[in-house]
């Protein structure tokens, strides 16, 4: 386990030098990380002097051109994945509507598809639509004290029509993280199609998509400190096989497919920043390192950093009798994601208190109201969310924790 230096990462977050932020901690992440300085340098150098229509023959278009490319190169190397698998988008929630639309061209009346209901809505939602073409759906359903997925259950939805598996990575609520790599086994030994959300996971380390064996995975850009847009990857085999949804005349080019609108040229640019970030960090606590290792490392030094401050909250909430903590209570099962239901007021009451404290958090059912339902807790009231990434100071728990206290002991208005 290798210490992080926070001073040198926060220095890479301009918002940590922003006098308006001052004094605030910022806990909701999940919502849409900080973003790194190479991304809004980036940004800011493209709208500039590259704010053209890339790949045409002019010195700016050809440059416009190239820094998007390498944006997909280089994200491409920390994903595991080669960069003709890598599509930009404006949302998640927008890819995961094409993706739908591409399967319905392939799916027939009685093909089966199954979706849990731990997933965020719009890795739930898209596929449950196709219902009205015929297609059975089947739901894969979390345990309602913990809101886990139990991947033995997969074993009596599986059957020879399934097409398609739709999962988190980590629900945004419950945070507990899904044995992805065992669950795509066992998908593709049935011949079905793996769709994976990783929104969630991805903060807190771009993952390993070769490893974890799924056919598509999905994750926010702008969640992982980089620019407002939405990256998937389609693993060649399963993108060959889906239907053009871009103009027809782009048919031909497989990162086009997927992508009918056409990406925003200045976001796909900055998201190279992303990668750049990831660097710096490796070369800053990794001096004498080859690059070759360095997806691996920044994963590890994420996750080290985040471990023990994860921990302390859980051990503060385990103790607490005035709430109820969803999902995993050990740190080493989920990510660093954590919501909980106040027994005595409505989530939304404690924001006000919290933030005259510097809290910075959300309240609501962050459209997983399939799975608050499943675990007994009404949608409408919601709960309270407070998540944090490597950049989050062990001073920040401290004052987190303070808030909590005395917004949970107050009665409120």
Not at 70 to 76: E, F, H, P, T
Not at 127 to 144: F, I, N, Y
Not at 210 to 237: E, I, N
């Amino acid at each position: 386990m290798r210490n992080i230096d926070l001073d040198f990462v926060r220095a890479q977050f301009p918002a940590f030098a922003e006098p308006s932020l001052e004094r605030q901690a910022f806990f909701e992440n999940a919502g849409g990380s900080y973003a790194c300085r190479p991304v809004i340098e980036r940004l800011n150098e493209y709208y500039r002097r590259l704010k053209v229509q890339p790949y045409y023959g002019y010195p700016a278009s050809l440059e416009a051109g190239e820094w998007m490319d390498a944006a997909r190169v280089r994200l491409a190397e920390y994903l595991n994945v080669t960069p003709e698998e890598v599509h930009f988008g404006p949302s998640t929630s927008q890819n995961t509507y094409v993706l739908a639309q591409a399967f319905r061209k392939l799916l027939r009346p009685g093909d089966e598809i199954i979706v849990s209901n731990q997933d965020h809505e719009a890795n739930s939602g898209v596929w449950r639509r196709l219902a009205a073409d015929g297609v059975a759906v089947k739901e894969w359903r979390v345990d309602r004290e913990s809101g886990a997925l139990d991947p033995v259950d997969l074993d009596a939805l599986l059957s020879e029509r399934t097409r398609l598996l739709a999962l988190s990575h980590c629900s945004n609520v419950v945070a507990h993280l899904n044995p992805v790599a065992q669950i795509t086994r066992k998908a593709r030994a049935a011949g079905a199609i793996t769709v994976v959300d990783g929104v969630s996971y991805a903060p807190h380390g771009l993952p390993d998509v070769d490893a974890l064996g799924a056919d598509l995975y999905l994750f926010s850009l702008y969640k992982t400190f980089g620019p407002h847009q939405g990256l998937m990857v389609a693993r060649k085999p399963v993108l060959e096989t889906l239907g053009n949804e871009g103009h027809y005349f782009n048919a031909a080019y497989g990162h086009k497919r997927l992508v009918p609108a056409g990406p925003d040229h200045a976001q796909v640019a900055a998201a190279r920043g992303v990668a750049e970030y990831f660097d710096a960090l490796d070369a800053h606590h990794e001096a004498s390192a080859t690059a070759a290792g360095r997806p691996q490392r920044i994963r590890r030094l994420l996750r080290d950093a985040e471990r023990p401050l994860l921990a302390r909250l859980l051990d503060y909430l385990a103790a607490h009798k005035g709430v109820r903590l969803l999902g995993p209570a050990d740190p080493e099962q989920r990510a660093a994601t954590v919501a909980l239901v106040p027994l005595r007021r409505a989530p939304a009451e404690l924001l006000p208190a919290l933030a005259e404290r510097g809290i910075m958090a959300g309240a609501g059912h962050f459209y997983a109201v399939r799975l608050l339902e499943a675990m007994g807790v009404d949608p409408n009231r919601g709960v309270l969310r407070l998540s944090f990434v490597h950049y989050t100071s062990s001073e920040d728990i401290t004052r987190l924790i303070e808030a909590l206290d005395a917004a949970l002991a107050s009665r409120g208005p």
